[in-house]
């Protein structure tokens, strides 16, 4: 049975996404592998900053965490990467570009190693540009244009930090809508907040703010309420 997903707005390895990690966990290794591959363009800084987040955060849970700098199409071709992917509880897409993330995992073999790693039971997540990757359409906000999403939660397109700069709201509506398939719907992701669930059943709000279902006329769920797409 395929691993549950969680769409998260911002606050990857902050205290306050804590219980929505420890939902993904339940039942599942206590070992995540996170790939901080939508930030593969901005140096080794941010790629230490992240994996020195994500070993703190899950540290102090008592769970295991192993980054993996797949940060290009060399890497994400890697075996020695694609390898280190089953037995994983959970698999954690950082923030970072949308656009860059799923072009950089799409058809590689660590995108197709998580693939299957879910298909079997793994919990996926995603927070910001990772939640892209995971949903039907990745917008970048360095331009571009939308590319399509990886999947598998597909039945959405997520706008994170959709609290944010309320003002662009018009212009990621009209832009995503152009990019996604007739089946998916528009979903803003407010920060501190995600969108928990599996594929074909229930999704729940989880975390401080709200999820905003766009196509629903504009619908808010607050922590706890549940939506099935």
């Known amino acids: 049975m395929a691993g549950p997903i969680a769409l998260v707005g911002s606050g990857e390895f902050l205290p306050q996404m804590e219980d929505v990690d420890r939902f993904l966990l339940e039942g599942r290794a206590k070992r995540v592998v996170h790939l901080p ?8 800084g ?20 192993e980054s993996l700098d797949v940060i290009d199409t060399v890497s ?3 075996p020695d990467f694609s390898d280190r992917i089953p037995g994983a509880g959970l698999v954690y897409l950082s923030g970072g570009d949308p656009r860059y993330c799923a072009d950089t995992l799409r058809g590689s073999l660590v ?15 995603g927070c910001s540009a990772g939640a892209c990757t995971l949903s039907a359409v990745a917008l970048s906000p360095r331009g571009g244009g939308p590319a399509s999403g990886l999947g598998p939660a597909d039945h959405g397109a997520v706008i994170p930090h959709y609290d944010r700069a309320r003002f662009l709201h018009p212009i990621f509506h009209k832009m995503m809508h152009s990019a996604m398939p007739d089946t998916a719907e528009l979903i803003g992701v407010e920060e501190d907040t995600a969108l928990v669930g599996e594929v074909g059943g229930e999704w729940t709000a989880m975390g401080r703010q709200q ?19």
């Open 37 to 44: 591959t939508a930030a593969g363009r901005e140096g080794p």
């Open 46 to 65: 941010s790629l230490a900053r992240w994996a020195r987040m994500a070993r703190e955060h899950y540290g102090a849970m008592d769970v295991d965490v």
């Open 76 to 78: 994400a071709n890697d």
């Open 111 to 125: 995108w197709q190693a998580i693939v299957d790693a879910w298909r079997d039971g793994t919990a996926l997540a």
């Open 211 to 229: 999820v905003v279902l766009i196509d629903q006329g504009k619908r808010r769920m607050e922590a706890g309420e549940t939506v099935t797409f």
